[in-house]
């Protein structure tokens, strides 16, 4: 396992470095200068050059991109001050430390990820071991139809549609928001209901799918039939043995989504004005704040990889049969 962890720890720190390499020099492509932006339209060449060496643009590409990763690590100095690690820099929008307004934009994403997470394991994976269990009835029809429809519909569809006939229309709750749960979880969860409800939505009938698929085929394994032999009841073979080895599939997509849900959803956020990473991502790239961007999106396939070997490391606790080594 120590060999497994150490093995996956330095290829994700590998892949870390290539998109932290991409998203620099990428930036760099966008023809407008982030100095002459902040510049404003009266700038002179001396304030602009001043802006530039404020935000530390003013050496070469590979010097700087040096700096920016060093100082992840080490902290760096700017004209705004010391920048402990893991420094990201300041934003060039409002000249905030970027790792400041990660962790304050943080939580929203966590509450965001894991309400929606419980709603839609709960409902797919429920709906999913129902139709398994009546396979071929009317239940399991009904299921696998209402699945493939909702598999088609996206956020920013169904988003728009639950707010206008939930919130305007009918107005049972309020606009969707963000409140801190330590200072008021009754509107923590009411501001968050309709964001959940909708991921639930969009995400429930991939689960019901594979979830249904998974625990058929499973059912048809030799140690199941041998199970069954041995006359163990239906529900003892079902959930002892059938669900067990179903997981798997199961828990590679539930590592997937999580990583990107705690990554920042950008679209739920977008839809909902939810202030997370995923909005501060979009507002970042809309305004080029390359070290808004750089921290974001180093923070979000962070969580992409942590949860990939996290799922990795799981597979030998559900099933035996899967060696690390």
């Excluded at 962890?5 to 020099?25: D, E, K, M, N, Q």
């Amino acid at each position: 396992m120590l060999r497994f962890l150490l093995r996956r720890t330095a290829g994700a720190l590998v892949i870390l470095l290539v998109i932290s390499a991409v998203t620099f020099f990428l930036f760099y492509a966008v023809p407008r200068d982030p100095a002459t932006l902040a510049c404003g339209k009266n700038c002179t060449p001396a304030e602009l050059e001043i802006i530039r060496k404020n935000m530390g643009i003013d050496k070469p590409l590979l010097v700087q991109y040096w700096e920016f990763m060093s100082g992840i690590v080490a902290g760096r100095d700017f004209a705004e001050g010391p920048c402990p690690a893991p420094c990201f820099g300041y934003s060039f929008a409002d000249g905030v430390p970027v790792w400041d307004t990660i962790v304050d934009r943080f939580p929203a994403t966590v509450s965001l990820a894991l309400g929606g997470a419980v709603v839609f394991l709960i409902v797919g994976l429920g709906a999913g071991m129902v139709a398994a269990w009546k396979k071929g009835t009317l239940v399991d029809k009904t299921f696998s139809s209402v699945s493939l429809v909702l598999s088609s519909l996206q956020i920013y569809f169904v988003g728009p549609l639950v707010l206008a006939l939930v919130v305007y229309n009918l107005e049972w709750l309020g606009q969707p928001k963000y409140v801190p749960l330590t200072e008021d979880p009754s509107g923590w969860f009411m501001g968050l209901l309709i964001p959940w409800c909708v991921i639930q939505i969009v995400f429930t009938a991939n689960y019901t799918r594979l979830a249904r698929s998974s625990l058929i085929e499973q059912l048809q394994e030799d140690h199941v039939r041998t199970a069954r032999a041995k006359g163990m009841s239906s529900r003892t073979v079902f959930f002892r043995y059938a669900w067990r080895g179903s997981l798997i599939p199961i828990v590679t997509i539930f590592g997937v989504d999580m990583g990107s849900l705690f990554g920042g959803a950008m679209v739920t956020e977008q839809t909902f004005a939810i202030q997370g990473l995923g909005k501060l991502a979009v507002n970042s790239v809309q305004e080029k704040d390359l070290p808004m961007v750089m921290g974001v999106m180093l923070f979000a396939a962070t969580f992409i990889v942590l949860f990939n070997i996290v799922v990795d490391a799981v597979y030998a606790f559900i099933d035996p049969r899967v060696r690390l080594a």
